[in-house]
């Protein structure tokens, strides 16, 4: 056999953390903002074809978390968009594993195209992003803030 390199590759299990805040949020179905944190643990595939696949399209990188969440967040940040997009806020907190399964659902085949597989997902904070992030400028952002201003002055007069 001929070698062309030599790639250190580590099977072990990497936790990659993404956040997406204030103006980065995500933008639920009813056009509300999100703040997240999602913990993805990811590992190269324990088989040949993985490992090759691993060492062809991501190299040592596999042995950095940051390096390797640098290559895979964009990844990451549109599965999440995607997901966020197809449930309200509240659908977000109350069913967080059916968020969570989505999540794994669209991103799991694009890792395998680096030879990675996805172990697991955590939503490890879920809140809605302050106002002052919304821009009243922005269609989605303005409907949202629509509907955050409603809410809020129908709770308020409710307490009172």
């Given at each position: 056999?001929?070698y062309?390199?030599?790639?250190?590759?580590?099977?072990?299990?990497?936790?990659?953390?993404?956040?997406?805040?204030?103006?980065?949020?995500?933008?639920?179905?009813?056009?509300?903002r999100?703040?997240?944190?999602?913990?993805?643990?990811?590992?190269?595939?324990?088989?040949?074809e993985?490992?090759?696949?691993?060492?062809?399209?991501?190299?040592?990188?596999?042995?950095?978390?940051?390096?390797?969440?640098?290559?895979?967040?964009?990844?990451?940040?549109?599965?999440?968009?995607?997901?966020?997009?197809?449930?309200?806020?509240?659908?977000?907190?109350?069913?967080?594993?059916?968020?969570v399964?989505?999540?794994?659902?669209?991103?799991?085949?694009?890792?395998?195209?680096?030879?990675?597989?996805?172990?697991?997902?955590?939503?490890?904070?879920?809140?809605?992003?302050?106002?002052?992030?919304?821009?009243?400028?922005?269609?989605?952002?303005?409907?949202?803030?629509?509907?955050?201003?409603q809410?809020?002055?129908?709770?308020?007069?409710?307490?009172?």
């Open positions: 056999p001929i062309h390199e030599i790639s250190p590759i580590t099977l072990t299990t990497l936790h990659l953390e993404v956040s997406r805040a204030t103006v980065d949020s995500l933008i639920t179905k009813d056009r509300m999100v703040d997240v944190v999602v913990a993805f643990f990811v590992r190269v595939k324990p088989s040949v993985g490992i090759a696949t691993a060492a062809q399209t991501l190299g040592q990188r596999t042995l950095s978390p940051e390096d390797l969440r640098m290559l895979v967040e964009d990844k990451f940040v549109d599965a999440l968009r995607a997901t966020a997009a197809q449930m309200t806020m509240h659908e977000l907190q109350d069913t967080r594993e059916n968020f399964q989505g999540v794994q659902n669209t991103v799991a085949e694009d890792l395998s195209k680096n030879g990675l597989e996805l172990e697991s997902v955590s939503l490890t904070n879920f809140n809605q992003t302050s106002k002052e992030h919304f821009n009243p400028n922005n269609a989605f952002d303005a409907e949202g803030l629509t509907k955050l201003t809410e809020t002055e129908r709770r308020r007069r409710e307490r009172n």
